[in-house]
């Protein structure tokens, strides 16, 4: 179980995903990173922190929700996790409003999971009073919690706004699990990562309040510039990917019911995604990242269907993709980023990624379910480092696109999401690191392929 001492601190191991050496070269390449630019300082870390715990909660309570309706033998594992998440949670608001608070906190926030289970108990039961009991009872925490967060921030967040927040990620959850259990599939998963993407919300807005009130222990920084804006898009990209990747394999073995909706779901941000990228770079350009980025999905079904075979040779040449395209994603980044990233140090970081979620899938497999879930963690944790690094190559790369002013005020956008014009700005960045990505590597790929005929 973790114990964050210092929330300021970067709270997710980075070196995970590379060694110090790769974090200098993407955020220092050339030394002209500003304050303003900063993609990881004290409040941005924050900020990554609370994204991180928040985001995973989501995901663990609709997952629970999903094994215990089914009485899954994995529930109480997930529960286990979600627990952790409380007190992860809880020991960050404790780091900076002291220990009682967070034990003020913990006990308000655990309440709400425990009204989430007997929702899911009175669903089973087909207990309609026990419903209508259980979302009684969350629009209470919604007060409760509401009010505790405004007193903490000092009025910096409003109670009222924090209940309209907190109203929301209610609502998802619930209308998640609904759809779950009415077998509408589809609404399911657009609830997992909706869901998810929420929480970035709260992330946002919390810290920000922290950060005026203590401004101090975090260097005088601010939450709220575009580089942090790209950090966490980036940061919310590649951890849904990893969530949604573990649970498709989990469906898969199983032959859940939900496994092609849950597979699709893990297409369709790639889908999208290409999709936005043909409208800048054109069909033959969308077609070469779509091919790439779709490839170690597909090596990851294969593995999973080579597990349900007891085909231990396909298992064994599913891993070879993966390395295979391990070495062709880390071509592009390197060649895109200009030597920001270091192909052996991504190529290094992309296997941390690939381990984690075979070994939770095996773990899962296998019925070691307390394994699975403890992986299944770190494979989330770990792609906010990717997040970062990714960013922080971006931002040095472009650096007049990400230098500005910082705010004063708390961001206009509720509990802290971005702005439409601040996320339409990121998103084309994104797309346009990833096109230059896309570009260099095909280049690299195609070389490669001539010298080895």
Do not use: C
């Amino acid at each position: 179980m973790m114990n964050y001492k210092k929330l300021a601190a970067i709270p997710l191991s980075v070196s995970l995903l590379f060694p110090m050496g790769a974090i200098a070269n993407a955020a220092d390449h050339s030394g002209h990173e500003t304050t303003s630019m900063a993609v990881s300082n004290p409040a941005t870390d924050l900020r990554a922190t609370l994204d991180s715990i928040l985001s995973e909660h989501a995901y663990l309570a609709i997952i629970t929700m999903q094994k215990g309706i089914d009485g899954s033998k994995d529930f109480d594992a997930a529960a286990a996790q979600l627990g952790e998440n409380t007190d992860e949670l809880s020991a960050a608001i404790g780091s900076v409003y002291g220990d009682e608070a967070g034990m003020q906190f913990k006990e308000i926030w655990s309440s709400h999971i425990g009204f989430f289970v007997d929702y899911v108990k009175a669903t089973a039961a087909n207990d309609e009073e026990g419903r209508k009991a259980a979302v009684k009872s969350l629009d209470g925490y919604r007060v409760q919690n509401a009010e505790f967060l405004s007193k903490a921030t000092e009025n910096r967040l409003k109670a009222s706004d924090l209940e309209e927040g907190l109203k929301m990620h209610v609502d998802q959850l619930i209308w998640a699990f609904d759809n779950y259990n009415a077998g509408e599939y589809e609404k399911t998963y657009e609830g997992i990562t909706e869901s998810m993407m929420h929480m970035f919300e709260p992330g946002k807005g919390i810290s920000w309040a922290i950060t005026d009130q203590l401004p101090e222990k975090f260097d005088n920084q601010s939450v709220d510039t575009p580089a942090a804006d790209l950090r966490e898009q980036l940061n919310n990209q590649f951890s849904t990917h990893a969530a949604l990747a573990v649970l498709a394999m989990q469906k898969g073995i199983d032959g859940a019911k939900d496994f092609d909706v849950s597979a699709a779901e893990l297409n369709g941000n790639t889908e999208d995604l290409t999709k936005s990228i043909e409208s800048v770079y054109g069909a033959e350009g969308a077609k070469q990242f779509n091919e790439i980025w779709s490839s170690h999905i597909g090596y990851f079904v294969d593995y999973v269907k080579a597990t349900a075979a007891n085909d231990e040779e396909g298992r064994k040449a599913a891993m070879v993709n993966l390395d295979d395209y391990r070495a062709k994603q880390a071509a592009m980044l390197e060649s895109a980023t200009e030597g920001r990233l270091k192909a052996v140090d991504l190529e290094e970081g992309l296997k941390v990624h690939v381990d984690q979620l075979l070994a939770a899938f095996n773990k899962y497999n296998d019925g070691d379910y307390d394994g699975a879930y403890d992986d299944i963690h770190e494979a989330y944790s770990h792609m906010f480092g990717v997040g970062t690094m990714m960013a922080g190559a971006i931002v040095d790369q472009y650096p007049d696109k990400f230098a500005g002013s910082m705010p004063a005020d708390m961001p206009k956008t509720g509990l802290g999401g971005m702005s439409q014009e601040s996320n339409d700005s990121t998103v084309m960045w994104i797309l346009t690191s990833l096109i230059l990505a896309m570009a260099a590597g095909a280049v690299v790929i195609r070389k490669t392929r001539s010298d080895n005929n």
